[in-house]
C-alpha cells in the first residue's frame, strides 16, 4: 500500500514540473518569434531609411538657363550656399555657347551627370536647350529654370553684346563699339533686331528636335509648353526672381535652405545689370508686337507665367496644408 501511494505522488510530481517546462518553452518560442519580428522590422527600418538617404543625396537639378533672364544672380545664389549646405554646382561650358548638344554629348552628361555620386546632390547650370534623360537610358533629374518677358530680354540682350554688363565689364562683347539704339535698329530693319530672332525661349523649352528651332513652328510652342508642366520641377520668372527662391527652398530646403534670405540680405540679389539700357519708344513696340513670332514667344511667356503663379498660389500662400500618413497596415503585434 505504502509504494504505490509514493509511486502516484511521483507522478503527479513528474506531470506537474513537466507540464511546467513545456508551458516555459512555450513562452520561449514566442519571446523567440517576437524577438525575430523585432529585429526583422528593425532591419527593415533602417534599410528604408538607408534608401531614403540616398534618393535624398541623389538630387540632381539641372538648370538650362535661358540667356539674359537672370540666372547670373540665381546661380550666384547657388554658388554662396553651397559650401554651408554641402551640395555642388557646375557649370557645363558647351563649346562656342551652342545650345544644342550633339547627341554623344547628351548621352556623355546624362551619364556622367547621373552616375557622379561624389557630386550629389548637385546643380548643374549650362546655356543648352532641355534635353531628356530618360530617352537616353537615365533618370530624369529635376529641371528648373527662369523665363522671361520676350520683349525685355531681346533689348536686354542686344544692349548686352554692345555694352556688357557690370559683372564682368573688363570683357569685350560681341557688338562692342556699336552705339545704334534698339529703336533705331528695329526703324532699319537690320537683321539684329529682327524679331525672328526672338526665337529663343521656345526652342530652351522645346528641347532637341529639329522642328524647335524653326521661328514660328505650332509644334514647338506646344512641346515647350508641355515640357514646362511635364518635365521642369519649376519654371519661375524673372519678374518674380524672389518667388522662385522661395518655391525652390520650401521644396528642396536640403540644398537651398537660407536662400530667400541670402537674397534679400546680399548685394548679390541685382548682380548682374547689362549697361546702357534703354527705353524701347512705343513705335518700336508696335512694330515687335505685330510679329508673329512675338506673339508665339509671348504666349509661351504668358503659359509659363499663369502656370507659376498657380504653384505660388497653393505653396507660397497657404503654408498650412499638411500630408499625413494613417491607417498604415499590416501592424506590427509586439
Ligand atoms: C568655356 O571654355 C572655353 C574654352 O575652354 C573658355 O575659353 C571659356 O572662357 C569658358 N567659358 C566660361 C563662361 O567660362
Ligand atoms: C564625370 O566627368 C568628370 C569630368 O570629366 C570626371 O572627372 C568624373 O570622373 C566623371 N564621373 C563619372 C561618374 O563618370
Ligand atoms: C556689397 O558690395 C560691396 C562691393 O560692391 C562690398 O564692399 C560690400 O562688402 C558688400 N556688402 C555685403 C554685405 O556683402
Same mark, same amino acid.
Given at each position: 500500500m505504502f509504494l504505490p501511494k509514493i509511486g502516484l505522488f511521483g507522478l503527479l510530481l513528474i506531470f506537474v514540473i513537466s507540464s511546467l517546462i513545456i508551458i516555459y518553452q512555450i513562452q520561449i518560442l514566442k519571446l523567440h518569434d517576437k524577438i525575430y519580428a523585432l529585429e526583422s522590422s528593425l532591419n527593415e527600418n533602417v534599410a528604408t531609411q538607408n534608401r531614403q538617404e540616398k534618393i535624398h543625396d541623389d538630387t540632381v537639378i539641372i538648370y538650362n538657363r535661358v540667356p539674359k533672364t537672370a540666372s547670373t544672380s540665381f546661380v550666384g545664389i547657388a554658388y554662396d550656399l553651397c559650401k554651408k549646405n554641402n551640395f555642388h554646382v557646375l557649370h557645363v561650358n558647351v563649346t562656342a555657347n551652342s545650345h544644342v548638344l550633339s547627341l554623344n554629348n547628351q548621352f556623355e552628361l546624362a551619364k556622367n551627370v547621373t552616375h557622379w555620386t561624389a557630386m550629389k546632390p548637385a546643380l548643374y547650370h549650362g546655356h543648352f536647350a532641355y534635353f531628356d534623360f530618360p530617352k537616353l537610358g537615365f533618370p530624369k533629374p529635376l529641371y528648373i529654370n527662369l523665363i522671361r518677358r520676350p520683349l525685355d530680354r531681346f533689348i536686354?540682350?542686344?544692349?548686352?553684346?554692345?555694352?556688357?554688363?557690370?559683372?564682368?565689364?573688363?570683357?569685350?562683347?560681341?557688338?562692342?563699339?556699336? *552705339?545704334?539704339?534698339?529703336?533705331? @535698329?528695329?526703324?532699319?530693319?537690320?537683321?539684329? @533686331?529682327?524679331?525672328?530672332?526672338?526665337?529663343? #525661349?521656345?526652342?530652351?523649352? @522645346?528641347?532637341?528636335?529639329?522642328?524647335?528651332?524653326?521661328?514660328?513652328?505650332?509644334?514647338? $510652342?506646344?512641346?515647350?509648353?508641355?515640357?514646362?508642366? *511635364?518635365?521642369?520641377? =519649376?519654371?519661375?520668372?524673372?519678374?518674380?526672381?524672389?518667388?522662385?527662391?522661395?518655391? =525652390?527652398?520650401?521644396?528642396?530646403?536640403?540644398?537651398?535652405?537660407?536662400? =530667400?534670405?541670402?537674397? $534679400?540680405?546680399?548685394?548679390?540679389?541685382?548682380?548682374?545689370? *547689362?549697361? #546702357?539700357?534703354?527705353?524701347?519708344?512705343?513705335? *518700336?513696340?508696335?512694330?515687335?508686337?505685330?510679329?508673329?513670332?512675338? #506673339?508665339?514667344?509671348?504666349?509661351?511667356?504668358?503659359?509659363? =507665367?499663369?502656370?507659376?503663379?498657380?504653384?505660388?498660389?497653393?505653396?507660397?500662400?497657404?503654408?498650412? #496644408?499638411?500630408?499625413?500618413?494613417?491607417?498604415?497596415?499590416?501592424?506590427?503585434?509586439?
Open positions: 536686354s540682350y542686344y544692349y548686352f553684346v554692345r555694352y556688357g554688363d557690370n559683372y564682368r565689364p573688363y570683357l569685350v562683347r560681341k557688338k562692342h563699339g556699336n *552705339t545704334m539704339s534698339f529703336d533705331e @535698329c528695329v526703324a532699319r530693319k537690320l537683321p539684329e @533686331c529682327d524679331p525672328n530672332n526672338l526665337w529663343l #525661349q521656345v526652342p530652351f523649352f @522645346c528641347g532637341h528636335a529639329a522642328n524647335c528651332r524653326k521661328p514660328g513652328n505650332k509644334w514647338a $510652342l506646344a512641346e515647350a509648353k508641355k515640357n514646362i508642366v *511635364t518635365n521642369y520641377l =519649376l519654371v519661375g520668372v524673372t519678374e518674380e526672381l524672389q518667388d522662385f527662391i522661395s518655391l =525652390l527652398e520650401i521644396t528642396i530646403p536640403r540644398m537651398f535652405k537660407g536662400a =530667400l534670405d541670402h537674397y $534679400l540680405n546680399s548685394n548679390k540679389s541685382h548682380l548682374r545689370k *547689362t549697361i #546702357q539700357k534703354e527705353v524701347p519708344s512705343e513705335k *518700336t513696340i508696335k512694330i515687335i508686337k505685330e510679329s508673329p513670332i512675338w #506673339q508665339m514667344e509671348n504666349e509661351l511667356y504668358d503659359f509659363a =507665367l499663369e502656370y507659376f503663379h498657380f504653384v505660388k498660389k497653393y505653396t507660397l500662400k497657404d503654408r498650412n #496644408q499638411k500630408v499625413v500618413y494613417e491607417k498604415v497596415r499590416p501592424k506590427y503585434t509586439w
